[in-house]
């Protein structure tokens, strides 16, 4: 095989085995890398009903065929596991030199199992692999824990870790590296921190076998040029997500006050030419010269690393308008190892609660200390800090008295940040996205604002489809940066004419897009093999807050979705799936995917119609 490695790596904590396993060559055809190997090893491997903190839960590190050969925006990977905090299917990419030397250390994928005796860190160099104790290293948070691991490596080693947060088994808790790329916002540091695995240290010193390594390392370098040539490279590299909070600020689409809102009367002052204003430098994931992470002295004088979603949830969402104060809640969570989109969530919510008079706790809108100390009482599970652990879902579910109404999340996951109240297809593209409610998949917002947004057309269901197989799809199994292509206009074709060079193999965009299809519809059949008789068309829908509370503010003052317009667009969006009209996919759809072992296995959770 050229471009895949061809070899899993298979451990098991409990027993301290470690055994590589070489996979077919249609394994990686039918599913490229990353999120697809993911979905497929769990689909094969976890017996339904685990319970996602077991030892019988997998940790799944994921790569897809172009990393490792230095190509722009290609130093990713995806970890993945059954979500604590869903129980559905949950995975996140990060960007972290962890990846490329998973991939040259001559592995697609690391599969961790079991739940070792004590902490202890993983520590894989090529064909070897050893548990290390790692008591000293417990309690550490992640920028502390690589600090520890990184004078015993080699320079070129890559890590990923746990805060605090994952060894609590926070359910949103992440997997972080290199100080701040964090990934895996449906608790997958809560599944490492459940196995006792606090790190995991990648070496790798092999060449990845490509078909045209000569033409691969040309077009790697055209690609980079190319990135520079574009028009918005410039504008990215100053400020890379952080001008989406004025566009957000200006069509009304920016959390505040716990989604109560789209628009903030400091957005100004968190805002991207704010950050500009105190900016110190550019971080970012290896392999990328469009370096997105904003480094700025925060609040403490600690540096912290600023993106969109961030600033978004621990600033207007939260009512906190100064910037430093931001990055330093920023840091503080990335640190601890909390998803900060989540946290945004269940902070706003739990000021919203407290503001009702539902808790006996006092929590306040834009209070920096008081805040601080909250977010710390969550990764420690302390106080009130233990229910909002749990998830916003599960706080409500706890306070009762109709908490659930400003409990912002699908299917467990906390919304990311936008707001919907006036976006019917971000709406959907959240409601119906593969992990819960979260942007990734598909951010068709921008596209909607410009087409349209009161609609709820075929054309806007189409969109949030186009988008989901591409960016949920082909950009997560290829383990790639899609910024790129979705900033900058850096052409699709590019990614084709690499996998030609790396694997040796035409792969057009349709087939891509046809695997991208596949993979989505297995991680749907996860789903309702996990949730089967419980599973309802309700899980697809958006929080009931953009239903019901109208916005109070802005030029969209009184926005609100429709819905029963909006459960008419779900309906025919499951039309256009080839999905029944309770959103299970249908014998004859899991078929033309060459999925119908799955449609055989799935029967039995969930009687499928043809
Ligand atoms: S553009 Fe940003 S997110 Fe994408 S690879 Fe570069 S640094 Fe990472």
């Not at 692999?129 to 008591?135: G, Q, R, W």
């Not at 992990?435 to 596209?447: L, Q």
């Not at 900033?487 to 035409?506: D, I, M, N, P």
Request: hydrophobic content about 40%.
């Amino acid at each position: 095989m050229f471009g895949w490695t061809g070899v899993f790596l298979n451990v098991d904590l409990s027993k301290n085995k470690v055994v590589a396993e070489s996979y077919d060559a249609t394994l990686a055809l039918n599913f490229i890398g990353g999120r697809g190997f993911a979905a497929k090893i769990l689909w094969d491997k976890l017996k339904p009903g685990v319970n996602p903190l077991s030892p019988e839960n997998k940790l799944i590190f994921a790569a897809g065929p172009l990393t490792g050969f230095g190509l722009p925006n290609s130093g990713k990977l995806v970890v993945a596991a059954k979500s604590p905090l869903t129980g559905g299917y949950g995975d996140g990419n990060i960007g972290t030199s962890a990846a490329v030397q998973m991939r040259t250390a001559g592995y697609d994928a690391v599969i961790i199992e079991g739940k070792a005796e004590a902490p202890v860190v993983l520590h894989i160099n090529d064909q070897f692999a050893e548990l290390i104790d790692a008591k000293a290293l417990w309690g550490l948070n992640s920028f502390e824990t690589e600090a520890q691991l990184k004078p015993l490596y080699e320079r070129t080693a890559g890590f990923v870790s746990i805060g605090p947060a994952g060894e609590n088994l926070v359910k949103f808790a992440t997997v972080v590296s290199q100080e701040g790329r964090a990934g895996g916002r449906p608790g997958m540091g809560a599944v490492m921190g459940s196995k006792n695995l606090k790190a995991v240290v990648f070496e790798g010193h092999k060449d990845i076998p490509a078909a045209y390594p000569q033409g691969l390392k040309e077009l790697s370098a055209a690609g980079y040029r190319e990135i520079l040539t574009k028009p918005n490279f410039s504008f990215w590299k100053r400020q890379g997500t952080m001008s989406t909070i004025e566009w957000s600020q200006e069509n009304s689409a920016l959390p505040t006050f716990n989604f109560r809102e789209g628009v903030f009367d400091k957005a100004d002052k968190i805002g991207g030419f704010a950050m500009e204003k105190i900016k110190v430098g550019n971080r970012g994931c290896p392999q990328c010269n469009m370096t997105c992470g904003n480094v700025v002295k925060d609040s403490e004088r600690k540096e912290a690393e600023l993106d969109y979603e961030n600033i978004v949830m621990l600033g207007s969402n939260i009512g906190l308008g100064n910037l430093r104060q931001v990055a330093a809640l920023n840091r503080v969570a990335d640190e601890l190892g909390l998803d900060t989109i989540s946290l945004g969530n269940v902070l706003g919510f739990a000021i919203e609660t407290s503001e009702k008079n539902l808790i006996l706790e006092k929590f306040h809108w834009g209070k920096y200390k008081e805040t601080k100390d909250l977010i710390n009482d969550i990764a420690y599970r302390r106080g009130f800090g233990d229910v909002l652990a749990e998830g916003v879902q599960a706080a409500a579910a706890k306070i009762g008295h109709g908490a659930a109404d400003w409990a912002m999340h699908v299917k467990g996951l906390e919304v990311s940040a936008y707001d919907c109240h006036a976006a019917p297809a971000m709406a959907l593209s959240y409601a119906t996205s593969a992990i819960g409610a979260h942007h990734k998949d598909a951010w068709v917002i921008s596209w909607e604002v410009q087409f349209g947004r009161e609609g709820y057309s075929e054309e806007k269901i189409n969109k949030v489809i186009e988008m989901q197989r591409l960016r949920g799809g082909v950009f997560e199994s290829l383990t790639v940066c899609r910024f790129p292509y979705a900033e900058l206009g850096f052409e699709l074709e590019w990614y084709t004419k690499y996998l030609q060079a790396a694997t040796g193999r035409e792969m057009p965009f349709n087939s891509l897009i046809y695997s991208a299809d596949k993979t989505l519809n297995l991680i749907r059949a996860f789903w309702l093999r996990e949730y089967a008789d419980n599973w309802t068309k309700g899980m697809d829908v958006p929080p009931v807050r953009w239903f019901k509370d109208a916005l109070t503010a802005g030029p969209l003052k009184g926005a609100l979705l429709d819905p029963f317009k909006y459960d008419a667009m779900l309906k025919k969006y499951y039309r256009k799936r080839g999905w029944d009209e309770r959103g299970v996919p249908k014998k004859s759809t899991l078929k033309k995917l060459g999925l119908s072992d799955v449609a055989k296995q799935l029967d039995k959770y969930v009687k499928l119609s043809d």
